[in-house]
């Protein structure tokens, strides 16, 4: 297709976000919240949280990352516009315990999240 169509290739995550025109609802956000099962170096290849934080670094949103696990330099996401990021595990489980306990670890992360962003 490249050669014959005049394609082109794109990051997923850069066609979605030009497809729901995300761009025009970032200059009014005050926070952009985002997750990933893992969030680590492969992150930062296309994935969903460095995708919309690369678009929203532009407009000075801070983006924070909730992931169901954090292996990952934060200094170096920090550049691609990521915020913080946050683990949503709150004691040592095993993975088919915190698939088990997704929702309620997402919820409480959450509430903890917004809690202390806006008690600022």
Not at 80 to 109: K, R, V, Y
Request: aromatic share 8%; net charge negative.
């Amino acid at each position: 297709m490249l050669a014959f169509l005049n394609a082109s290739l794109v990051p997923g995550i850069d066609l979605v976000l030009d497809i729901i025109e995300l761009e025009k609802e970032l200059p009014g956000c005050s926070l952009v919240i985002t997750g990933e099962g893992r969030f680590d170096a492969q992150s930062a290849f296309g994935k969903v949280p460095v995708g919309l934080a690369r678009r929203a670094k532009k407009y000075n949103v801070p983006v924070i990352v909730i992931a169901g696990s954090v292996d990952v330099n934060i200094a170096n996401m920090q550049q691609e516009g990521i915020t913080a990021c946050f683990s949503m595990i709150n004691e040592p489980m095993s993975l088919d315990e915190a698939i088990a306990e997704g929702e309620s670890l997402l919820q409480m992360a959450t509430y903890q999240l917004v809690s202390f962003y806006f008690s600022r």
